[in-house]
């Protein structure tokens, strides 16, 4: 959990608290859409970073290389030097880890609404009782 000034940045409200308004929903949704694209131009700043001193590579080329292999695309220059070759491998599985946590930081807010819905429905209309008792 990430805390700022005693201000818990995403943290969801207890099952037992009521749903937030939708104003507040979308600001939420904005708070973890920016969240994801820092965690996206971090690793893209790691990926220019590294093909600029592991490989030599002009920024421009850097950051077209880092964003081809964040975007899944693969490399567009060649790699020359072993360095690179194992700074190439090892941002290629990083990029993997960045894209599904960034789509988890991202969706989190509308999945926890369906699940706080959903418990909601079953909880009112006793649905759970019924499923387990027939």
Request: proline letters at 2%; charged letters at 10%.
């Amino acid at each position: 959990m990430f805390v700022m000034q005693n201000k818990r940045i995403l943290q969801f409200e207890h099952h037992s608290q009521p749903l937030i308004s939708r104003k507040r929903f979308y600001r939420r949704m904005l708070r973890h859409s920016g969240f994801g694209l820092l965690i996206i131009m971090a690793s893209l700043g790691i990926g220019t970073l590294g093909y600029h001193l592991f490989e030599g590579l002009s920024w421009l080329d850097s950051i077209l290389n880092a964003s081809m292999i964040l975007g899944g695309m693969g490399p567009v220059n060649s790699l020359e030097t072993a360095g690179g070759k194992i700074f190439a491998s090892c941002y290629a599985l990083f990029s993997g880890i960045v894209f599904l946590a960034t789509v988890g930081v991202i969706i989190a807010p509308m999945a926890f609404l369906a699940s706080w819905l959903t418990s909601a429905l079953l909880i009112r209309n006793q649905i759970g009782f019924r499923l387990i008792n027939g």
